[in-house]
């Protein structure tokens, strides 16, 4: 092991400007932690399109029921609250009684009904959450609403996370220029105890809901959904993207108006950005890992592959430990039960191909492997050689910090 | 963390006396370990009914792929080598050359044919396996097989065990006592570099190999395929069954005989024995750990529920933080994908019911749940509420121990 425990820093931490139709604030609410901020509102001017994507589990926590409920109505959104420490999950009557009451006293809050209020918990799974306080907190926070407050608002959502999480891209609408604020939050992908998921997006570009709905679900596919940290799926992870429509110009109502390009890859961006701030704090790493897969079957098989790999405890260990070990790599193509030829793989680390033909590259030079081992981002890169299939997922090192953050978490 | 990193003894050691009709030699070839047996020769007296089962991975090492073959021929077996040290797993054509180099000086030492002589390896993949010694090896093993070999062949076979694995049980055949004795090793499921899971098992009854092909097809599913320790899957994984027929009895020929249920049972202990001390010599293991899931839909679910428990990074590391965390378990079950109802689930560790009704049991006490955790062994089980499918999976904890042993393995 190299011994190296301090987590990876942020790599390009930004400051995010206030962006017109939206404003915020943060309170320490006490929910489980002491002396920090722990609770945010988040209101739109005027109520605006939205879309989300949620966890797939099965057993899905009681704010991503109701929000999935919410838009399935289509209305529009007029406020977000989030609060870390307790994740509302598995609470069961108790907890759909906690999310009506917050909506509730949102919705009183800023004068709008309860469908046009969004809702995300983190935290401790299986603890009734106590709302009962919420309904004065809610009420002073919109008095206290600002538009500077991004970075306020992603300390407010963290949990075992070790920095904020800030993104941001421009782009231009009808000459116009726009503005992309997201932030997010995670730090396992995921710690179902502390460390779901979230993030919110928003842009000041008039979209209309479904046509940001069809770019989040596009998107979330090569982002969000590409990272895993230990394989594990919360039950709260929520993705949402809210567009205020503050600029003026004429509203994009069509996933086919042509000028949609330059926003879908502002946006692919800032979701890039906020997908490797997590698996980089992702907990206990000290490495960042691109898994890349090329010449599968096709792409599904590609990712299948990929996620194989990046989800191998002995992958990540060896990684952790900076050993070149290829034969894992080799094992986890083998058991991804994809469509693979042992003697057509090649795989490398970094520039360096350590195995060829199904077998070790003649040219490998253990020094060169050892030397991109050694690097804080590592691309591992294997060629399945038989068709033109490729997928990309970022995975992050298995350390013996991770054992011990989560070895004994909830006590 | 307990802190505690002591790996657990095996529970019930045993001694092999000899099996009448094979023999067996084991010498320190030096493949890669000094100062230890790593080559073992086990000779039938006569060619003898065989079966096989082998890993599901796509990249299966090249004895692998001669066993399969050889077994699709119909054959007998007259004599097993199997070498620890090296797994001449992604090794190209050289693989398949010291395959068979092998087997043709195993047939010379032997008198048979190449054909009847089946072959494993476990040890480091991708390294060349150099067989240019083993022809002289061979002939000498051969004449200094004994019966009385077990424990020296169970510790030959060994890389990372912290103990040689041995089980045995007998049974009657038409009032004829007969006798099955079984070797295995194995210390992750899997760690391909040295901890791939191979076992030999022998029996003296008289028994067809298709009835063996059948018997063990059937009696894996819920021994060997349901123990995992890492999901990770070798490239050499066999699990071989012999039966030398010494006994006097009638053979059984088809799975229909009314004389098999003895038999069965005394293979299914065997087996489920072998299987259990190699989860509990998992890598790094502090904690043996049963998953059992009770009203899924149907045994596949259950299956696929127990496992996406067993293999959760965050439940096994709540196991070996002695956390009787259950909104881990409550994750695992919402992202196997599998049909549930999380107001209807029910978690116990141990006889203690933690969960209910989706909700945490009001009769819950943390302090008889710890007690429960500081077990050596512990159950964990879930009813899913919807039917009545069920399904046993074992598992090890994830320590801090299990990331220092994979961390730096192969330099």
């Known amino acids: 092991m190299s011994g190296k425990i301090a987590p990876l820093a942020p790599k390009n931490p930004v400051k995010l400007a206030p962006l017109a139709g939206v404003q915020m604030a943060t309170v320490e609410a006490g929910i ?127 949990t075992t996370d070790t920095y904020p999480k800030l993104a941001k891209a421009g782009f231009e609408l009808d000459g116009k220029a726009c503005t992309i604020n997201g932030i997010a939050k995670g730090s396992g992908m995921i710690a179902p105890d502390m460390a779901t998921m979230l993030s919110f997006v928003v842009t000041d570009a008039p979209v209309a809901s479904p046509v940001l709905q069809a770019l989040l679900s596009e998107l979330v596919v090569g982002t969000f959904n590409a990272v895993t940290v230990d394989s594990d799926t919360s039950t709260s992870d929520t993705l949402m993207l809210f567009a205020t429509g503050s600029v003026n110009a004429d509203e994009i109502t069509s996933p086919d108006d042509p000028r949609i390009g330059a926003f879908k890859s502002a946006l692919q961006a800032v979701l890039h950005d906020l997908a490797m701030q997590i698996v980089r704090d992702g907990e206990g790493a000290t490495k960042q890992v691109e898994v890349h897969v090329t010449g599968a079957v096709d792409d ?8 194989s790999i990046a989800n191998s405890p002995l992958v990540k260990t060896a990684v952790a430990g900076e050993d070149a070990n290829w034969g894992r790599v080799v094992m986890a193509v083998g058991k991804a ?7 057509l793989l090649a795989i490398s680390f970094g520039d360096v191909r350590v195995a060829v033909s199904g077998e070790r590259d003649p040219d490998y030079s253990e020094d060169a492997a050892s030397a991109v081992m050694r690097e804080d981002e590592i691309t591992i890169g294997v ?15 298995l350390t013996k910090e991770y054992v011990a953050i989560n070895g004994d978490y909830r006590s």
Chains 1, 2 share one sequence.
């Not at 039960?337 to 003697?343: L, Q, S, T, Y």
């Open 32 to 158: 489980k932690y002491a002396g920090r901020k722990d609770l945010l509102l988040m209101v739109f001017d005027e109520p605006c399109s939205v879309a989300g994507v949620f966890t797939t589990s099965k057993c899905s926590s009681a704010p991503v029921d109701w929000c999935r409920q919410t838009l399935s109505g289509g209305v529009r959104a007029k406020a977000l609250v989030v609060n870390a420490g307790n994740a509302n999950a598995f609470t069961g009557l108790k907890g759909a009684q906690a999310v009506e009451m917050t909506a509730q006293a949102a919705a009183l809050a800023c004068g709008s009904a309860p469908e046009e209020i969004y809702l995300a918990s983190t935290g401790v799974i299986g603890e009734p959450l106590d709302a009962s306080s919420f309904e004065g907190h809610l009420k002073n926070l919109h008095s206290n609403c600002i538009g500077d407050g991004w970075q306020d608002a992603a300390e407010a959502i963290m």
């Open 300 to 307: 599904m098989s590609a990712r299948r592959i990929a996620q």
């Open 337 to 343: 039960g994809e469509p693979a030829d042992r003697d």
């Open 383 to 397: 060629d399945i050689g038989l068709g033109n299939g490729s997928a990309k997922i970022w995975t992050c090192d």
